[in-house]
Nanobody
């Protein structure tokens, strides 16, 4: 059974930083494309960042230069470092595995709120 468990969300002021973690079990992440999606209230779910197993990373235009996806294969964990956070980054963030546009594996989500 595949499980992706996110952590690290919370409340942060504009301009602040957070690092999200995604601990995977049931899959070995070093053979999977892993990524992060987010969904804000009343908005469609959107891709934030993906680390493609064949090489390369994909970022949403709105987060380029501010967010960085990385993975620690030894810990079977994926990270999303988020810097210079903005109120519009407020959303539930989901860890995904197995694909870019239609990943089959999803975590339960972690809430990120950017507010003063």
């Amino acid at each position: 059974q595949v499980q992706l468990v996110e952590s690290g969300g919370g409340l942060v002021q504009p301009g602040g930083s957070l690092r999200l973690s995604c601990a995977a079990s049931g899959i070995i992440i070093n053979i999977y494309t892993m990524g992060w999606y987010r969904q804000a209230p009343g908005k469609q779910r959107e891709l934030v960042a993906t680390d493609v197993i064949s090489g390369g990373t994909i970022y949403a235009d709105s987060v380029k230069g501010r967010f960085t996806i990385s993975r620690d294969d030894a810990k079977n964990t994926v990270y999303l470092q988020m810097n210079n956070l903005r109120p519009e980054d407020t959303a539930t963030y989901y860890c995904t595995g197995g694909g870019v546009r239609n990943p089959p594996y999803w975590g339960q989500g972690t809430q990120v709120t950017v507010s003063s």
